[in-house]
């Protein structure tokens, strides 16, 4: 005779607090995230990437599953065919839930990316800001100064071009010059202009690595010195790495959109985009604290 199973244990009241409060600070840790715009677009940015490459991995998928379809019909037809005859069918479009969630996470992923671009339109103002703080309070090296303002420039480039396509693709900037190849010429010379700001974020990563190197020479640090600087070495150099990795990840986009064709697949920008997203927002979390 089996004896009764127990019941189900009841969480302690110490448990449930426990639960709570840190479902309350990952709550608070979250509002103050999406308090700031530069938070709602990274986060928008990790979730939009990771859903077009959720949808892109469900529609190869189907795909596969569809081409196993039609080949199970090629070979049980075989048979039946006559020397010359040609089959001629029609496969069904999938529509169960795999294809619905592919669906939905491209439809998703697209009026993310059409929000993000909205929330840009006032990039300028920012950029504005940027120049503004370059010109009061410039880089002390002479390279640092230049690839500030050089990158000024060329955002402003893309914000414009941008900020142009997008109120053009909706309707809002009527005229020949904001229609069909015009209108695509002024999307990939901005994402052009983009991938100008990632090359000139690579130089300035080497240089800024160059001259801290050259710093710590100088001063003598090769492991001795006050525990708080060792620290803030060592955060210095995650928050050059995380950069170094976010522009790695943005290169080939750039690039990829630099391009009328394109050059990868739907996978790669998704799985590019959600690794500078992560990244990205891996730092607010941090900074949320």
């Known amino acids: 005779m089996s004896s009764p199973s127990a019941p189900p244990s009841i969480p302690s009241s110490s448990a449930l607090r426990r639960y709570l409060s840190g479902a309350d600070s990952t709550l608070s840790r979250l509002t103050r995230i999406l308090s700031t715009t530069s938070g709602i677009d990274t986060t928008l940015l990790t979730l939009g990437y990771s859903l077009t490459l959720v949808s892109a991995q469900l529609q190869r998928t189907l795909e596969k599953q569809l081409e196993r379809l039609a080949l199970s019909v090629v070979e049980k037809a075989s048979d039946a065919l006559l020397p010359?005859?040609?089959?001629?069918?029609?496969?069904?479009?999938?529509?169960?839930?795999l294809a619905q969630l592919a669906a939905g996470s491209k439809a998703a992923a697209d009026l993310i990316a059409d929000f993000r671009i909205f929330l840009r339109l006032w990039g300028l103002l920012s950029i504005y800001q940027w120049a503004k703080s370059t010109y009061h309070s410039p880089p002390?090296?002479?390279?640092l100064r230049r690839l500030a303002w050089a990158q000024v420039a060329v955002n402003a480039a893309y914000q414009y071009l941008e900020n142009g396509a997008y109120l053009a693709q909706h309707g809002i900037l009527p005229g020949r010059s904001w229609t069909g190849e015009k209108q695509t010429r002024w999307w990939v010379w901005s994402s052009r202009f983009w991938a100008a700001h990632v090359v000139l974020d690579f130089v300035r990563l080497a240089r800024v690595r160059q001259l801290r190197l050259r710093k710590r020479s100088a001063a003598g640090v090769s492991g001795e010195g006050e525990k708080e600087g060792r620290v803030e070495a060592i955060?210095?150099?995650?928050?050059?790495?995380?950069e170094v990795y976010v522009n790695a990840a943005y290169a080939p986009l750039t690039l990829h959109w630099s391009l009328e064709e394109g050059c990868v697949s739907e996978a790669w920008v998704g799985a590019l985009g959600t690794i500078a997203g992560v990244i990205g927002f891996r730092e607010l979390w941090k900074q949320s604290g």
């Open 84 to 97: 010359g005859e040609t089959l001629i069918t029609t496969l069904p479009s999938p529509n169960g839930p």
């Open 140 to 143: 002390a090296d002479g390279l």
């Open 235 to 242: 955060r210095e150099e995650a928050r050059w790495w995380d």
